[in-house]
T-cell receptor
Framework: AQRVTQPEKLLSVFKGAPVELKCNYS??????LFWYVQYSRQRLQLLLR??SRESIKGFTADLNKGETSFHLKKPFAQEEDSAMYYC???????????FGRGTSLIVHP | KAGVTQTPRYLIKTRGQQVTLSCSPI?????VSWYQQTPGQGLQFLFE???????NKGNFPGRFSGRQFSNSRSEMNVSTLELGDSALYLC???????????????FGPGTRLTVL
């Protein structure tokens, strides 16, 4: 069975500080990994996926198969980054996602 | 383009009743997926419909069912409601022509169901 763990329910940082939201997964095959974000009073939306290897809004995430992790990082947090972040996994070849419980990121001025 | 719309936005039902939720996808999107979000279980995949056929299904009891119409609009039905069915139900649509290829999903605002 596939599982996604986000160990931190809440992450609080100051503006300009580095941010790392942790995501660990359990899956026997080759998964696709995603990060979703939900800003206050907005809809859930895709932030990035590991295959695209893009930097979105300054965020990057690297898939580490050895550690089965897909941590989301940003070198300098901004107040507008405050949101709920969800890590998700989908088996390669189909899109049936399993989501983590989410991490609430608060960036203080 | 208009985004994904869900109706109603809020709903209160009592145990044992049934409920139908509706989702209108983005124009041109042919796949509609449903999710349940609760504080206890988080966000869980219910099922996906494409071209009026259920293409994928999560691990939920048979009381949860859905359908999709020829215009891609989808409905989700929950029969014999239980207290634990209280949740935010999210709908998401995507182009999803190839089920093996990634197609970004666009989420609706959700329907908040409360079961008393």
């Amino acid at each position: 069975a596939q599982r996604v763990t986000q160990p931190e329910k809440l992450l609080s940082v100051f503006k300009g500080a580095p941010v790392e939201l942790k995501c660990n997964y359990s899956y026997s095959g080759s998964p696709e990994l995603f990060w979703y974000v939900q800003y206050s009073r907005q809809r859930l939306q895709l932030l990035l996926r590991h295959i695209s290897r893009e930097s979105i809004k300054g965020f990057t995430a690297d898939l580490n198969k050895g550690e089965t992790s897909f941590h989301l990082k940003k070198p300098f947090a901004q107040e507008e980054d405050s949101a709920m972040y969800y890590c998700a996994l989908s088996p390669g070849g189909s899109y049936i996602p399993t989501f983590g419980r989410g991490t609430s990121l608060i960036v203080h001025p | 383009k208009a985004g994904v719309t869900q109706t109603p936005r809020y709903l209160i039902k009592t145990r044992g009743q049934q409920v139908t939720l509706s989702c209108s996808p983005i124009s041109g999107h042919r796949s509609v997926s449903w999710y349940q979000q609760t504080p206890g279980q988080g966000l869980q995949f219910l099922f996906e419909y494409f071209s009026e056929t259920q293409r994928n299904k999560g691990n939920f009891p048979g009381r949860f069912s859905g359908r999709q119409f020829s215009n891609s609009r989808s409905e989700m039905n929950v029969s014999t409601l239980e207290l634990g069915d209280s949740a935010l139900y999210l709908c998401a649509s995507s182009l999803a022509g190839d089920p093996k290829a990634f197609n970004e999903q666009f989420f609706g605002p959700g329907t908040r169901l409360t079961v008393l």
